[in-house]
């Protein structure tokens, strides 16, 4: 196992649930409960600094329990160094913290999860939409959405 | 050529008259989303040249134009917008959808795209091809002018109530 990897189990022992390494890429799959405070850890620790989020995104495994999955990809950009990881959340209880207070670049990503998948961000300062418009009905992104719904037309909006 | 010119006069209709004078004075605006934009752009160039048609004086503002050319992928959100652009254009106006997305969603079967401008606006004109050549753009134009001059002087179609299907509208003259 890498070294990142290790620095996290270190750290969090049974907090993390699973790792695996393939071709160079390290992946930690997490419990949703320190979720906040391991990437809180992956930012600001010496070894690690983990200074830029590239990506949130949620996965839909329709026929799985938990049915979802929030993934973080994390890069360091001056230790050059890279980690996936993973959190699972059911659909009953569809929501997990924010990191916006860890990285700015989280706001748009978390609105897209939200828009595309319907998952929640708690915490999050501004949870609408960003891509579809408002007064869409459901999450496009998810397996179960109909492939031939089709939506309402918006109006234009009224003149100042 | 000194009689005819001389002391004399032609006889027509007022609606022929004024429909001759539309026809061939056609001032489009393209509203470019996606390749067909591309299209119209040859359309234009002298090769094709659209001016033989009496086309050519492409305007950007709907507010001096009285043909929209619907040139590619409309989706939800952009749906009031290219009604708001139809509405603010005077009247007599026509709509041409160029292209497949602008007349059905073309492969954009999904969650995002409209499927035709004309649940938000009538048409007057459709375009098949993906995206159509130059030559189908200009036929529009003929069909068009050939639709204009059967056309008589006409009340506004402003209303665009009850439109959804688009039904009512389509190839009506």
Redesign the interface.
């Known amino acids: 196992m890498g070294k990142i990897i290790d620095c996290f189990k270190n750290q969090f022992g049974e907090g993390v649930l699973s790792a695996h390494e393939n071709f160079g890429d390290e992946t930690l799959v997490v419990q949703k409960e320190i979720l906040l405070e391991l990437l809180q850890f992956a930012k600001e620790n010496e070894n690690l600094k983990f200074d830029l989020l590239m990506d949130i995104c949620g996965v839909d495994y329709l026929e799985q329990s938990p049915r979802f999955e929030v993934v973080y990809h994390l890069y360091s950009v001056s230790k050059k160094h890279r980690i996936r990881i993973k959190t699972k959340v059911s659909a009953e209880d569809c929501k997990v913290p924010s990191c916006v207070s860890l990285w700015k670049a989280a706001d748009w990503f978390e609105r897209e999860a939200y828009d595309m998948m319907g998952i929640h961000f708690e915490g999050h300062p501004n949870l609408k939409r960003v891509l579809l418009f408002e007064g869409f009905e459901g999450h496009p992104l998810r397996k179960d959405y109909p492939i031939n719904k089709r939506q309402k037309i918006p109006e234009p909006l009224e003149r100042p | 050529m000194a009689s005819v010119t001389q002391n004399n006069f032609l006889t027509t209709k007022l609606n022929e008259l004024v429909a001759w004078g539309r026809k061939y004075s056609l001032w489009p605006m393209p509203y470019g989303t996606a390749c067909c934009a591309i299209e119209f752009m040859g359309a234009v160039d002298a090769v094709f040249d659209i001016s033989r048609f009496g086309a050519e004086l492409v305007r950007f503002s709907p507010r001096q134009s009285d043909l929209l050319l619907v040139l590619g992928t409309i989706n ?2 952009q ?3 290219l ?2 652009i139809y ?1 603010q254009m005077c009247e007599p106006k026509w709509v041409v959808a160029v292209g497949a997305c602008a007349t059905c969603g073309g492969f954009y ?4 795209v ?2 035709g401008i004309d ?2 606006i009538p048409v007057d004109v459709y375009v098949p091809g993906c995206p159509p050549r130059p030559e189908s753009i200009l036929l529009a134009i003929v069909k068009l002018q050939e639709k204009i001059s059967a056309e008589a002087i006409r009340p506004a179609k402003q209303s665009l109530t009850g439109l959804k299907s688009g039904g009512a509208l389509r190839g009506s003259p």
Not at chain 2, 109 to 112: A, G, K, T, V
């Open positions: 939800y959100k749906a009031p917008v009604k708001r509405e079967d999904n969650y995002s409209l499927q649940e938000v």
